[in-house]
């Protein structure tokens, strides 16, 4: 009787979230950026991974939540403090993880969005490019707004602050405060 009552509120559940969903339309952004590390591509690769980007990137506190190598793995868990008001906290997978072709891709996600961030490296003489790909999607109206949102203040110098952070690391083994 217990798992025929889950059963049904299982469905009536879906019915009414389909219900919501006819209204709804979910929009994906998405927005690519390159720039130089100053350093060989095997220094520059691991400060991409979620322990290592503290190191460089002001404010970045990822706690994990499951990993089995402490430092960076596909399919490790942490999560992050909400940069947007009333979101909580961002739940983050390592959805990718391939050091033998440098690269690395992270989803990320909340009730109201999904979003996946990829960054490749690739070999330039004694520097590095890195490409970064943001890839946003609404689960919600409100997702959808924020995305726009979130991709415009990503993007808003090309990520040039990215490589100006990175670079000061290199340079200094400090990280630069904003």
């Excluded at 942490?78 to 909580?88: R, Y």
Aim: charged share 20%.
């Amino acid at each position: 009787m217990r798992t025929k009552l889950i059963v049904v509120m299982i469905m009536m559940t879906n019915t009414i979230y389909a219900q919501t969903m006819d209204s709804f339309k979910a929009a994906r952004v998405q927005k690519s950026a390159s720039f130089m590390a100053n350093t060989t591509i095997e220094k520059a690769f691991p400060l991409f991974g979620p322990i290592r980007e503290k190191e460089w990137a002001a404010g970045w506190e990822p706690q994990v939540i499951y990993a089995v190598n402490p430092e960076v793995e596909e399919h490790m868990i942490f999560k992050t403090t909400a940069s947007h008001h009333g979101e909580g906290e961002y739940l983050w997978v390592i959805t990718q993880y391939d050091p033998n072709d440098y690269f690395i891709e992270y989803t990320v996600s909340t009730a109201q969005r999904l979003w996946f961030i990829s960054v490749r490296c690739r070999p330039k003489g004694n520097s590095t490019s890195v490409t970064v790909t943001y890839s946003y999607t609404g689960l919600t109206e409100e997702g959808n707004q924020l995305n726009k949102l979130a991709l415009d203040k990503m993007y808003a110098h090309n990520l040039k602050d990215w490589e100006e952070a990175i670079n000061y690391y290199i340079a200094t083994g400090k990280r630069k405060e904003d």
